[in-house]
């Protein structure tokens, strides 16, 4: 157990429908990230929240939002939902200080299938 | 564009062997270089490096960051089939962007 925690480890949905995926980060760890890894596009960064503050946006769609609240944990939103958005999602968590040691860990994924 | 590439994208060795996976980049701020390994789920943490020339070591794993030709090579001594995984490269520029490679499948055969 890496300490990052993600729900729910599968979903199926059809589409058009929006789904919610959770990511509740290492304790202490402030800053989440969202990775979404699809098998013709590796690992692709969409977006990172540091304390509640989105940080930086990577190749994330409009039709997908994220956000990270008071307790530290975040969702991501993913709406309209197209064939092409199956993939698996991660979330992944860092402390800051100590990332040249522990790197950022990830959590075991949300496998979404859009069908 | 940015980008990341890996090689080679697969490799299959017997137990005890050596490999070196390599892992160039193009991407504009970096900040630093980043080693996973991922077997069935999450990736999981190997290395991050900064400094070029400096080697990481942990076990049987090394890792050397070349900044002025802009890839990085990541070594695994006498192989085991424990080993075998897809091993990602990530680069993070300033900014707190990353961009990984497509990664490595390596297997390990007895």
């Known amino acids: 157990d890496s300490g990052v925690t993600q729900t729910p480890k599968h979903l199926i949905t059809a589409t058009g429908q929006r789904v919610t995926l959770r990511c509740s980060p290492r304790?202490?760890?402030?800053?989440v990230y969202w990775y979404q890894q699809s098998l013709d596009q590796g690992l692709q960064f969409l977006i990172q929240?540091?304390?509640?503050?989105?940080?930086a946006k990577g190749n994330i769609l409009e039709r997908f939002s994220a956000q990270q609240f008071p307790d530290l944990h975040s969702e991501l939103n993913l709406s309209s939902l197209e064939l092409g958005d199956s993939a698996l999602y991660f979330c992944?968590?860092?402390?800051?200080?100590?990332?040249?040691?522990?790197?950022?860990?990830f959590g075991s994924g949300t496998r979404l299938t859009v069908v | 564009e940015d980008k990341v590439v890996q090689s080679p994208l697969s490799l299959v060795v017997h137990e005890g062997d050596t490999v070196t996976l390599n892992c160039s980049y193009e991407?504009?701020?970096?900040?630093?270089l980043l080693w996973y390994k991922q077997e069935k789920k999450a990736p999981t943490f190997l290395f991050m490096l900064?400094?070029?020339?400096i080697e990481k070591k942990s076990g049987r794993l090394s890792s050397i960051l070349d900044k002025k030709e802009l890839f990085s090579i990541l070594n695994i001594t006498a192989t085991q089939t424990g080993d075998s995984a897809v091993y990602l490269c990530?680069?993070?520029?300033?900014?707190?962007?990353?961009?990984f490679g497509t990664g490595t499948s390596l297997t390990v055969i007895p």
């Open positions: 992944a968590s860092t402390r800051g200080g100590d990332r040249i040691n522990y790197g950022y860990t």
């Open positions: 304790s202490g760890d402030l800053s």
């Open positions: 929240y540091y304390n509640g503050e989105e940080r």
């Open positions: 991407v504009t701020n970096f900040r630093s």
């Open positions: 900064t400094s070029s020339g």
């Open positions: 990530a680069v993070e520029r300033t900014g707190n962007q990353f961009y």
